[in-house]
């Protein structure tokens, strides 16, 4: 199929952490991104990775990429009440063209 | 400072009217882009652009109009052939391959 695919909510405690999954279609897509939306904001790109790594790390960022699974996952460790927001995942798909999931919402709770 | 800008935040709109949602860019990036995001979904491509003088539609370009005169500028028009126009709207801009930067976005409510 088109679509990327994301569970739609995910509940965590303050101080654990997080794992945000996304299955995507196209096994050519260059980069897979994540991003996090804020109410009634726009969106802002926390990381990327590219498609011939299988792990990348930014602080309390961890992101895994399973290619033969086509599988993306995102960890935040150690999640505050700020992570709370909408994450998005996207491909990329041909020049700039990037596909959307539907978003994961985070809420964290104390 | 540099960023993406859209006007206005809030957009109020009566059936049968042509609205143009603006987009502004000062990071000298080529490719622009519009997105609509309904509730519970993800982003859908309105148009983008590459280049000045230059734009191709989206996936869901039918009832929108786009402009590319100037390349720190591409305005929306939402026209009245749009028949659920209500959705927010997002503008990005790239300079390559990799990530879109994002405006604010602005919500259009039809009345």
């Known amino acids: 199929g088109e679509d990327v695919e994301q569970s739609l909510f995910l509940s965590v405690r303050e101080g654990d952490s997080s794992v945000i999954n996304c299955t995507y279609t196209?096994?050519?897509?260059?980069?897979l991104y994540w991003y996090k939306q804020e109410p009634g904001a726009g969106l802002q790109l926390l990381t990327y990775i590219f498609s011939n790594m299988d792990m990348k790390q930014d602080q309390r960022l961890t992101v895994l990429l399973n290619k033969k699974d086509k599988h993306l996952s995102l960890r935040i460790a150690d999640t505050q009440t700020g992570d709370s927001a909408i994450y998005f995942c996207?491909?990329?798909?041909?020049?700039?063209?990037?596909?959307f999931g539907a978003g994961t919402r985070l809420a964290v709770h104390p | 400072d540099g960023g993406i800008t859209q006007s206005p935040k809030y957009l109020f709109r009566k059936e049968g009217q042509n609205v143009t949602l603006s987009c502004e860019q000062n990071l000298n990036h080529d490719a622009m882009y519009w997105y609509r995001q309904d509730p519970g979904q993800g982003l859908r491509l309105i148009y983008y652009?590459?280049?000045?003088?230059?734009?191709q539609k989206g996936d869901i370009a039918e009832g929108y109009s786009v402009s590319r005169e100037k390349k720190e500028s591409f305005p929306l028009t939402v026209t009245s052939a749009q028949k659920n126009p209500t959705a927010f709207y997002l503008c990005?801009?790239?300079?390559?391959?990799?990530?879109?930067?994002f405006g604010p976005g602005t919500r259009l409510t039809v009345l």
């Open positions: 652009s590459q280049i000045v003088n230059d734009f």
């Open positions: 996207a491909e990329s798909r041909g020049y700039n063209k990037l596909i």
């Open positions: 196209d096994s050519s897509s260059t980069y």
């Open positions: 990005a801009s790239s300079m390559t391959v990799d990530e879109q930067f």
